[in-house]
């Protein structure tokens, strides 16, 4: 599902920020993405998403090479991606569901099937009964869950997440960590951008290392 072939990423400046990295991910796997700060981790991920494009090597994501996507493409490739961010990036001036129904309306659903949506996708987080808050009211950790609603409520093939439980407790993110296991149960290709190696050792999934932007174990 998730394909890289000898990738080297050089910002601008000169930095390389990933070499020759090569892994594959199985549609239907799980898996995390560790390293210190500055391997490259998020750097790989903005690859996955078209944020940022390789320097060298190929980046496929179900067997499309990324480097023939067009800018026009890239609003097609990422309706197949859900990412879940560390400071969820919710608008505090929206309630719970529109928060929710953001890319929905983007990707121009109607508004009937955008309410069976979003109510969906707001159960499978637990938090269906707050769907007229303003987010601002709830807890981090339900902050969060609305992030991960917002990211798979398009149903993406693949769900990315860049450090989902930098600032919970590690109650909380167990939580957080049963909700990407249950995604993956259903068929979701799930990779895990993380510091947190103890939540990691206590998961039975493969873990991807990165160091000074190469990959060194995976
Ligand atoms: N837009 C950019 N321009 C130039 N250099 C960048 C840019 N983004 C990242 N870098 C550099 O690339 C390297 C990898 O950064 P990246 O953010 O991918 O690492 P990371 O593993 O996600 O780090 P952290 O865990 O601290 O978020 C770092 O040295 C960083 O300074």
């Not at 987080?125 to 609603?149: C, D, F, Y």
């Not at 990211?151 to 450090?163: G, M, N, R, S, Y």
Request: aromatic share 6%; charged share 25%; glycine share 8%.
């Amino acid at each position: 599902m998730i394909k890289f072939d000898n990738v080297s990423k050089r910002y601008p400046e000169g930095h390389d920020a990933l070499r020759d990295v090569s892994f594959s991910l199985n549609r239907g796997e799980m898996a995390f993405l560790t390293g210190h700060s500055g391997a490259g981790k998020s750097t790989l991920l903005k690859l996955i998403m078209l944020m940022e494009r390789a320097s060298r090597g190929q980046v496929s994501i179900a067997g499309q090479d990324l480097a023939q996507f067009s800018r026009d493409d890239i609003p097609y490739h990422r309706r197949r991606i859900g990412v879940v961010f560390q400071n969820h990036q919710l608008l505090f001036d929206r309630s719970v569901f529109e928060n929710v129904a953001l890319p929905l309306h983007i990707s121009g659903y109607d508004e009937e099937d955008i309410g069976k949506r979003v109510r969906a996708a707001l159960d499978k987080v637990g938090l269906l009964h707050k769907e007229k808050l303003n987010p601002i009211t709830l807890s981090t950790g339900e902050q969060q869950r609305i992030g991960i609603a917002r990211a798979i409520v398009h149903k993406p093939q693949v769900l990315l997440a860049d450090e989902p439980t930098g600032n919970l407790d590690p109650a909380l993110s167990e939580e957080i960590m049963r909700l990407f296991m249950e995604f993956n149960l259903h068929g979701t290709t799930v990779l895990i951008a993380t510091h947190d190696l103890a939540l990691v050792s206590r998961m039975p999934y493969r873990t991807l290392t990165l160091d000074q932007g190469r990959l060194i174990n995976g």
